[in-house]
């Protein structure tokens, strides 16, 4: 099958008719220039080192290469042509990186949360995950305390569930492929985990401090000049309406980063264990987090007035 061009703003479309099986972004560029920005999910595979990594490739039915402007991912996506299965599709993103207008990450995946090796078990990976997941429950119940409006508390505690249902989830597979890891009550199991670490690495201590910082800027602009910070005391209803609308924002935003950085880090750990037990339980993981921006994107709308 020869290679295919895809445009960037062809490929949220493309992606979401497939499952995070079924397909794989791969970044051909340095450690570097990954570091400064990439798509959220991409795995790192430099054009250097790409014919060493083919094989983890070969499950994998669809995949897109890109690099900064598309000339070193044309050179690796013909490398993979000729090595992998004639059936599998192969996609070459026009224009790369600098094309791209979606969202970005800076930074590596923070694999590891998971210490990254060989001797990681499926039930130590769930057990981690849920982990991780106790921290976002945390996060947004510490958000829903600092809402302006009953709404939008309602919704960051509804966010704080689905990632209790998320983890509770996670805790039926671990009964399933380890019972003896998995006490019988989830609730109580559930109660005494720390969750301090979110699942992009942030600590619950800097999540925190990024929410007073949102809340801050949003008092900042609901505050009538030369008043201090008290909402009977000279603000508008129009400027209370805009301090309620960049909260609800930056609050959304924040979490959406989070979900973001955590798709990140599970579809990168799936690819690096490509073949082994661990990739599913990984891919599994991605796929709800993608679920999970999906929702946040949803929220964004009633943001605004």
Known sequence: MPVQPIFPEEIPTFSSRLTEAEYALVDVRQPGEYQEGHIPGARLLPLPEIEDHLDEL???PNLIFYCRSGARSQAAASMAQEALPPQTRILNMTGGFLAWEGNALTDMPRMALFDHDQTLKPSQALLRAMELEKAA????QSAATRAHSPELTKTLETLAKVEQAHAHVLYHRLQQIDPASAPRDFTDYFAGMQGDILEGGLSMEDAVAALGQAQEQAQGKGQAPDKPRNQNNGISTNQQGKAREQFCLGITELALQIELMAYDLYKNLALSHSGTELESVFLDLAQDERG??????RILP????
Not at 137 to 140: E, I
Not at 302 to 305: E, I
């Open 292 to 297: 999970h921006q999906r929702l946040l994107a």
């Open 58 to 60: 070969r499950s994998t």
């Open 137 to 140: 429950q945390r996060f947004y």
């Open 302 to 305: 009633k943001c605004v007035d």
